[in-house]
């Protein structure tokens, strides 16, 4: 039986995200998983996620912070709260702040892998830090604030 991600606990109306809604047909269906007391996410960029020749476009550095972190904030609240992950009621968390950090250009020819972990729990805020590496060398920081998805976001 295949390991679910954090994103395969999302409720439908949670799941439209360009970054990792599985209901997106046209967006980059992340996947995120817990390692001990990290996160972790891989994604392969495509050839069309160039920024110049051979390296990665910023902004899907930043897309894939921000979404791994997201979704982070939410298992990390789960687990502070003792619930599993999908139990009632769900947790959806959005990002209040996004800060990217791009220590070196990131080759486009390598396996994204995004390492996190909660900084902070606190009430419906969750600061998630994280680290992005290619071939073995980190090429960007994120810390990403993320609060619970406002009720006027769930559809009734």
Same mark, same amino acid.
């Given at each position: 039986?295949? =390991? ?5 606990? +999302? ?6 995200? +360009? %970054? ?6 046209? %967006?980059?269906?992340?996947?995120? +998983?817990?390692? %001990?007391?990290?996160? #972790? ?20 550095? $930043? ?15 789960? @687990? $502070?709260?003792? @619930? ?9 968390? #959005? ?6 950090? +791009? ?13 996190? @972990?909660?900084?902070? &729990?606190? %009430?419906?805020?969750? &600061? #998630? ?16 604030? $993320? ?6 976001? &769930?559809? =009734?």
């Amino acid at each position: 039986m295949e =390991k679910l991600s954090f994103q395969d606990y +999302y409720a439908e109306w949670a799941g439209q995200c +360009y %970054g990792c809604g599985k209901y997106n047909e046209h %967006g980059l269906h992340i996947k995120s +998983y817990w390692d %001990g007391d990290e996160s #972790v996410c891989r994604f392969c960029p495509k050839p069309y996620h160039t920024a110049m020749k051979g390296f990665v476009y910023g902004g899907l550095i $930043a897309s894939l912070i921000d979404c791994h972190s997201t979704g982070t904030a939410a298992a990390a609240a789960y @687990r $502070a709260q003792g @619930r599993d992950m999908g139990s009632e009621p769900k947790l959806r968390y #959005v990002t209040a702040s996004l800060t990217v950090d +791009y220590l070196k250009p990131t080759p486009i020819d390598a396996e994204l892998e995004i390492r996190s @972990r909660a900084e902070e &729990i606190k %009430g419906r805020k969750v &600061i #998630v830090v994280s680290e992005l590496f290619a071939k073995g060398e980190l090429c960007a920081k994120g810390r990403v604030v $993320a609060v619970e998805a406002p009720k006027n976001m &769930i559809p =009734k």
